[in-house]
Antibody
Framework: QLRLLESGPGLVKPSETLSLRCTVS??????????WGWIRQPPGQGLEWIGS???????YYSPSLKSRVTISVDTSKNQFSLKVSSVTAADTGVYYC?????????????WGKGTTVTVSS | EIVLTQSPGTLSLSPGERATLSCRAS???????LAWYQQKPGQAPRLLIY???NRATGIPDRFSGSGSGTDFTLTISRLEPEDFAVYFC??????????FGQGTKVEIK
C-alpha cells in the first residue's frame, strides 16, 4: 500500500525558508505514470495547489507561488521536497504531499496525512 | 484561471437523507479532469470521484458524480453518519494547473 509522509520543521520564522520533505513508501517514486505534488491548506480554509514534480525532474508551479517555490526529487531516497522562500504568516497552514495521476483522468489519488507549519517569530 | 464555485456553503441534513452538492466552473472544464474529495476534521482529503463520474477505489456506491461543461454535481444518495464532512471539487487545466472549490460542509441537522 502506497504511503506518503511529510516531515519538516513545524515553526518557521518570517522571511526565512520553509523546507519540507515527503517520503514515499510502498511504491517507487520513479514511475513515469505519476507526478508528485504539494498542496497546502491555511487554517479553516480551502486547498491550494503549490506545485508538482515528475521523477525525471520536470516541474510546474502555481503562478502565484512560482517565484518563491522550489520542488526537487531524490529518487535514491524515494523522496521529494518543497522549499518556500521569504515566508510570511500567510504561508501558515497544513502542507500535504500527494501522488498525481496524469494519464487522462487527472486526479490526486494518494495523500499524506499532512504537516502543520506555523510562520511566526 | 478557472474558478470553481461550490454551493451551498453548508448543507444541513439528517442521516438517511439525500445530499446534492454543486460545483460550477467559471469556464468549461473537461469532464475527465473534474474530481471530488472528502475531508474530515484533522484528516487529509480523500479522493471520491474522478473523471466527473467514476468512483475511486473503495468508495461506496451511495456516492455518485455527474455533470459536464461548467456544472458538476456530487450526490450522496443516503447519508451515513461517516459522510458528514467537507467536500471539495477540483479541476485540472491551464495554469494554475490544479484548482479547488472552496468546499461544501455537510453537517448533521
Amino acid at each position: 500500500q502506497l504511503r506518503l509522509l511529510e516531515s519538516g520543521p513545524g515553526l518557521v520564522k518570517p522571511s526565512e525558508t520553509l523546507s519540507l520533505r515527503c517520503t514515499v513508501s510502498g511504491g517507487s517514486i520513479s514511475s513515469s505514470t505519476y507526478y508528485w505534488g504539494w498542496i497546502r491548506q491555511p487554517p479553516g480554509q480551502g486547498l491550494e495547489w503549490i506545485g508538482s514534480i515528475h521523477y525525471s525532474g520536470s516541474t510546474y508551479y502555481s503562478p502565484s507561488l512560482k517565484s518563491r517555490v522550489t520542488i526537487s526529487v531524490d529518487t535514491s531516497k524515494n523522496q521529494f521536497s518543497l522549499k518556500v522562500s521569504s515566508v510570511t504568516a500567510a504561508d501558515t497552514g497544513v502542507y500535504y504531499c500527494a501522488r498525481l495521476i496524469m494519464t487522462g483522468y487527472n486526479r490526486l489519488d494518494v495523500w499524506g496525512k499532512g504537516t502543520t507549519v506555523t510562520v511566526s517569530s | 484561471e478557472i474558478v470553481l464555485t461550490q454551493s451551498p456553503g453548508t448543507l444541513s441534513l439528517s442521516p438517511g437523507e439525500r445530499a446534492t452538492l454543486s460545483c460550477r466552473a467559471s469556464q468549461s472544464v473537461s469532464s475527465s479532469y473534474l474530481a471530488w474529495y472528502q475531508q474530515k476534521p484533522g484528516q487529509a482529503p480523500r479522493l471520491l470521484i474522478y473523471g466527473a463520474s467514476n468512483r475511486a477505489t473503495g468508495i461506496p456506491d451511495r456516492f455518485s458524480g455527474s455533470g459536464s461543461g461548467t456544472d458538476f454535481t456530487l450526490t450522496i444518495s443516503r447519508l451515513e453518519p461517516e459522510d458528514f464532512a467537507v467536500y471539495f471539487c477540483q479541476q485540472y487545466g491551464d495554469s494554475p494547473a490544479w484548482t479547488f472549490g472552496q468546499g461544501t460542509k455537510v453537517e448533521i441537522k
